[in-house]
């Protein structure tokens, strides 16, 4: 089965600093997708990115980029020019490329964002 | 705007309860699923379905049925509801394309008391 660790439950970074969220999986297929999802207080689950395990170029939204290494089973979330209402807590996630996989997410246990001013 | 809506927001429950949690979407997307959230743990698949008539188990199913009413209707029923069934549940919905992502509704805080 597929596993998808985050192993920082809490991280800070102050206003207009670079952040980096960790997270790693394992999986033995090479057909996949990760994501990064935001959950501010209001718990409303928001989609930040998403990567391709078959595109090598790594995604980037805005001021929200990923380091995604394949061989290393690696997927972090680089927040630049990190702003206040950027706090809340990240999950990255994962999902078989495989249609019978039915688009199910496997998530890590998140990661608390705090950004002081 | 097209949305995933889960009823009630929030429930108090006392044990032994039998209780239903609704959602509704408007995206017209096929698959729908169940999440539960716990401190820690993150977001875990309870149930999932592709369409009405197809409904699969997650990984943690048990304690807890579905009902796919309609494209756009999906129900969670805790049977008999138990303290360890306290948890943030969340509806999603998602195309069948392999990189769709999962939309979510905004939620439902239960607490069994």
């Known amino acids: 089965a597929q596993t998808v660790t985050q192993s920082q439950p809490e991280m800070s970074v102050q206003e207009a600093e670079t952040v980096t969220l960790s997270c790693t999986y394992d999986t033995s297929e090479s057909d996949y997708y990760l994501f990064w999802y935001k959950q501010p207080p209001s718990r409303q689950m928001i989609l930040v990115i998403r990567q391709e395990a078959y595109k090598q170029q790594n995604a980037t939204e805005n001021r929200f980029s990923v380091n995604f290494q394949k061989a290393a089973k690696s997927f972090s979330l680089k927040i630049s020019d990190s702003q206040l209402g950027d706090a809340a807590m990240y999950f990255c996630?994962?999902?078989?490329?495989?249609?019978?996989?039915?688009?199910?997410?496997?998530f890590g246990e998140g990661t608390q964002l705090t950004v002081n001013p | 705007d097209a949305d995933v809506t889960q009823t009630p927001r929030n429930r108090i429950t006392k044990t032994g309860k039998r209780i239903m949690l609704e959602c509704s979407q408007t995206k017209g997307h096929d698959r729908m699923y169940w999440y539960r959230q716990d401190p820690g743990l993150g977001l875990r698949l309870i149930y999932y379905?592709?369409?009405?008539?197809?409904?699969n188990k997650g990984e943690i199913s048990d304690g807890y049925s579905v009902s796919r009413q309609a494209q756009a209707k999906f129900s969670l029923s805790l049977e008999s509801a138990i303290p360890n069934q306290t948890a943030l549940y969340f509806c999603?919905?998602?195309?069948?394309?392999?990189?769709?992502?999962?939309?979510f509704g905004n939620g439902t805080r239960l607490t069994v008391t």
């Open positions: 996630a994962y999902r078989r490329g495989a249609e019978t996989s039915g688009s199910r997410l496997t």
């Open positions: 379905s592709f369409d009405v008539k197809d409904i």
């Open positions: 999603a919905t998602s195309r069948s394309q392999q990189n769709s992502p999962l939309h």
